[in-house]
């Protein structure tokens, strides 16, 4: 029995060893863990542009440089968006991010809408947005992104 296995292991090897001429190289890597940057982005309130349209918004482009035309084709860009920046309570949510909110109008009755944060990437930037579910135009407060670039 042992012979017939070790028999047939060796006749697999044989009909699967590779041969022929080597295939070209490839390109050229990244030493380490594959994280090309990590960069926490600040939107102070002063940096919001106020789109009008049919379904009006707020966007902020910010230069990026690290952001290369390679990441952008090969690479992978993620987004977070953090909340309460600089305290005990600091977290990072994955963008496309929304949360609901709601303002007392008088007792008793609540005037409630959701903002939506979204951001979109090119090589060499960065465009940070935000949706209001009523449309206001209210412009955002100053808010932090966290962006990490992977390839």
Known sequence: MKKSILSLLALVIALVACEGPAGPPGRDGFDGQGIVTSKVFTVEQRDWEYVDGVAPY???YKDFPQLTDDI??????LGYFILYPNTNDEVQIPMNYSFPDSEAVKP?????WAEYYSFDY???SIGFYVHYSD???ITPPRREFRIVLLY
Do not use: H, L, R, T
């Not at 952008?72 to 860009?77: D, L, W």
């Not at 008793?108 to 409630?112: D, K, S, V």
């Open 58 to 60: 707020f966007v902020c």
């Open 72 to 77: 952008y084709e090969f690479g992978a860009v």
């Open 135 to 137: 449309f206001e135009d």
């Open 108 to 112: 008793g009755e609540w005037y409630n």
């Open 122 to 124: 090119m090589p060499g």
